[in-house]
């Protein structure tokens, strides 16, 4: 999955661009990936509490291979704009499980490693798949990188199907799943105002990023191939780091690794824009790769260390909701800085947010991993 997803990352904002002309539609394009993320986090929280994880993961697989297949075929760009949706809502149904299975599966104080490790695994899709799609759009199109997508996510989806247990969370009381979510809404609304601003600033800041490196690799004159090498290289800075960072979360706890994260963030969106070639728009995507390893799983590790036991699916549907406010956001955001003022202002205005949400993290945002122990039965 972490092959596809990736190279979608890169192929839609370039494929719009080429369809359009315009940076605005290839940020309204993230921005309706995002918002299908947005719109099928809760549904998706509810649906793995009530037919458990394999399930979810499957069909989340499935229809984003389907997904993919009819993008292939999309030549118009309201075609496009109308399959980027249910691409997002099948990317927050499989996210949705694995984030349900490891939070059951494992102790708080395995689950920086177990999270990061899985995190890890999406950063190696990351290298690989903006590589690959970056290629095969440059030798055969974008259609033919498409359909390699879908092919590629159509067997994480066989695989999913013949080896991933069925785990179900733990039952939830026999009451409406609307009155549910309103309960955890008002009484977990201090950590949703607090972790979540936490939590949509850091997501804020990956999806801006993952939208403007294309967007400034055309801007200075790079092919999609140039620019799918630039995000590997980024990529590999942020998958070598997977592991150690797990263990400074689950040694030191989550904030250890998550201020210097956010430090790094906005230095690599403030260089973003000084981009004016290969090399310049190589060392700005390197610092955001740093940057983004740094606190690899971090937004989901909080959401575990705080979700209550009994209704975690839905208070996990809740918190992907809210942090991918930021997925949705970023994208919308920058095409609107963008058609109003320039990228370069986008890069800047975000990098002013990313700050704003460390000020929180650092000095009002208690570290969860002792609370995630404060929950948890001794072993």
Request: aromatic share 12%.
């Amino acid at each position: 999955m972490a092959v596809a997803n990736q190279a979608m990352l890169l192929l839609l904002p370039l494929y719009a661009l080429e369809l359009s002309g315009s940076a605005a539609y290839a940020a309204l394009i993230m921005g309706l990936r995002g918002f299908g993320i947005l719109l099928f986090d809760v549904p998706a929280g509810l649906l793995v509490s009530r037919f458990g994880d394999k399930w979810v993961l499957f069909w989340g697989l499935a229809i984003l291979a389907v997904s993919m297949l009819f993008l292939a075929a999309a030549t118009e760009q309201w075609v496009v704009a109308l399959f980027v949706v249910p691409l997002g809502a099948a990317h927050a149904a499989w996210f949705l499980g694995w984030l349900s299975y490891i939070t059951d599966s494992c102790p708080p104080g395995e689950r920086g490693r177990a999270t990061s490790v899985l995190a890890g695994i999406q950063r190696f899709g990351a290298f690989a798949g903006p590589l690959a799609g970056g290629v095969i759009a440059a030798a055969f199109g974008f259609p033919a990188a498409f359909l390699v997508g879908a092919v590629v996510a159509a067997v994480a989806a066989l695989l999913s199907f013949f080896f991933t247990d069925n785990i179900h969370p733990a039952k939830p009381a026999d009451t409406s799943h609307i009155k549910t979510i309103g309960r955890i809404l008002v009484s977990n609304r201090k950590i949703f105002s607090t972790a979540g601003s936490v939590a949509l600033a850091f997501q804020l800041m990956r999806a801006t990023r993952q939208l403007l490196v294309p967007l400034f690799g055309v801007i200075v004159g790079l092919d999609a191939a140039t620019i799918g090498l630039i995000y590997a290289l980024s990529a590999a800075v942020d998958m070598s780091l997977f592991y150690p960072v797990g263990i400074v979360m689950d040694r030191w706890g989550r904030k250890w690794a998550g201020i210097p994260s956010i430090l790094v963030f906005v230095l690599g969106l403030i260089l973003l824009p000084f981009s004016d070639g290969f090399y310049t728009l190589l060392g700005a995507g390197l610092i955001l790769g740093l940057a983004n390893g740094l606190s690899v799983g971090l937004v989901q590790l909080i959401g575990m260390d705080l979700s209550p036991p009994e209704q975690r699916g839905q208070f996990l549907g809740v918190w992907r909701l809210i942090s991918d406010v930021g997925w949705v956001g970023g994208p919308l955001l920058a095409g609107v800085l963008v058609d109003v003022l320039s990228l370069s202002a986008a890069s800047f205005f975000v990098a002013g947010i990313g700050f704003v949400g460390g000020l929180v993290f650092l000095f009002i945002v208690p570290d969860t991993l002792h609370i995630a122990r404060g929950r948890s039965p001794p072993p």
